[in-house]
């Protein structure tokens, strides 16, 4: 069975400061993995993904996320962190064939300036 | 930019009430689904839908439930007897095609609250 981990409920980073937001998962075969953020009142908006390839994904609003096959992660970072990032990330995971999108609980991040 | 939109934002029903939540999918899109979040808790997968007919869903997506796409534009969920623990956030999701590795486009979310 496919599950994602997300160990920290909140996560606090200073403005500016480089901020990370942790992911493991587990999944029979190859995984495909996702961020999603979710800002109040709204949708959940896709991140970035990773499919096969380089290990280190670039997605939107400066995010990035690096894929570690032997550590089973998907790490979602950013260099330098804005208030504006504050919101909850949900890493989320699919292997292939129909399985359905697989969530962790998310995490809040809170960037202070 | 297109987005997936939901009504209502917030749905207040009576235990063993029926409900109908209802999404407007991205316009092009043809994969339809329906998750939900209790408090606290993962977003859980419900149901999927392509070709006017569900292709997965999961335990949690009993005979209570039930999925309908009335017109070209509309996807909707309905809980026939709702239960307590039914309350949750679900939300509606659409992508433009099939498969593990192509992402899908969230609504804001219906908290369904069942007194």
């Known amino acids: 069975a496919q599950s994602v981990a997300q160990p920290e409920d909140q996560v606090n980073v200073a403005e500016g400061n480089p901020l990370t937001v942790k992911c493991t998962y587990s999944?029979?075969?190859?995984?495909?993995l996702f961020w999603y953020v979710q800002y109040p009142n709204r949708g959940l908006q896709f991140l970035l993904k990773?499919?096969?390839?380089?290990?280190l994904v670039k997605g939107s609003y400066g995010f990035e996320a690096e894929f570690n096959k032997s550590q089973t992660s998907f790490h979602l970072k950013k260099p330098s962190a804005l208030v504006s990032d504050s919101a909850l990330y949900f890493c989320?995971?699919?292997?292939?064939?129909?399985?359905?999108?697989?969530f962790g609980k998310g995490t809040r991040l809170s960037v202070i300036a | 930019e297109p987005e997936v939109t939901q009504t209502p934002s917030h749905q207040v029903t009576q235990m063993g009430q029926e409900v109908i939540l209802r999404c407007v999918p991205i316009?092009?899109?043809?994969?339809f689904y329906w998750y939900r979040q209790i408090l606290g808790q993962k977003v859980e997968f419900l149901v999927s839908?392509?070709?006017?007919?569900?292709?997965?869903k999961s335990e949690i997506f009993d005979d209570q439930f039930s999925v309908e796409r009335p017109d070209g534009s509309n996807f909707t969920l309905k809980i026939r007897s709702t239960k307590l623990e039914d309350s949750a956030m679900y939300f509606c999701?659409?992508?433009?095609?099939?498969?593990?590795?192509?992402?899908?486009?969230f609504g804001p979310g219906t908290r369904l609250t069942v007194l």
């Open positions: 999701a659409s992508s433009e095609a099939g498969g593990p590795v192509i992402e899908q486009f």
């Open positions: 999944v029979s075969g190859n995984p495909y």
């Open positions: 990773y499919i096969t390839g380089d290990n």
């Open positions: 989320a995971v699919r292997s292939s064939g129909n399985t359905p999108l697989v």
């Open positions: 316009s092009n899109h043809l994969y």
């Open positions: 839908f392509y070709n006017n007919e569900i292709s997965e």
